[in-house]
């Protein structure tokens, strides 16, 4: 129910981020997906932006934190935003591939 409740409301927040913001460049393309996906769902009033599943993992060992760290860190990449983990701008990734500090502080490494 918690995990309900988070994605509701920030679903809704960044929904209105995206309408809100005329500068924002993919804001119809974003939409049209998340309208989309809405649709094929009954559960939702219109727009969809988190998948429904969620089956949580117990990071029990080193080696499965190792790749689920891997697999975050090369979304961005798959997706063809950048060619390196570490040059996602927003990605932990520089701290863990170069010696470089990245934007985001990282409490355990």
């Known amino acids: 129910m918690v995990l309900k409740n988070?994605?509701?409301?920030?679903?809704?927040?960044?929904?209105?981020?995206?309408i809100n913001n005329e500068r924002e460049s993919r804001r119809s393309w974003m939409l049209d997906i998340f309208e989309k996906n809405?649709?094929?769902?009954?559960?939702?009033y219109r727009f969809q932006l988190w998948q429904h599943e969620n089956r949580p993992v117990l990071l029990g060992s080193e080696q499965k934190y190792g790749q689920r760290l891997n697999y975050l860190h090369q979304n961005p990449v798959?997706?063809?935003?950048?060619?390196?983990p570490q040059d996602w701008k927003y990605s932990?990734?520089?701290?863990y591939y170069t010696n470089?500090?990245?934007l985001l502080d990282l409490v355990n490494r």
């Open 78 to 84: 798959r997706a063809g935003f950048v060619f390196e």
């Open 92 to 95: 932990s990734a520089t701290d």
């Open 6 to 18: 988070i994605k509701s409301f920030t679903a809704i927040k960044i929904i209105d981020a995206i």
């Open 100 to 102: 470089l500090k990245g």
């Open 38 to 44: 809405g649709s094929e769902n009954k559960c939702n």
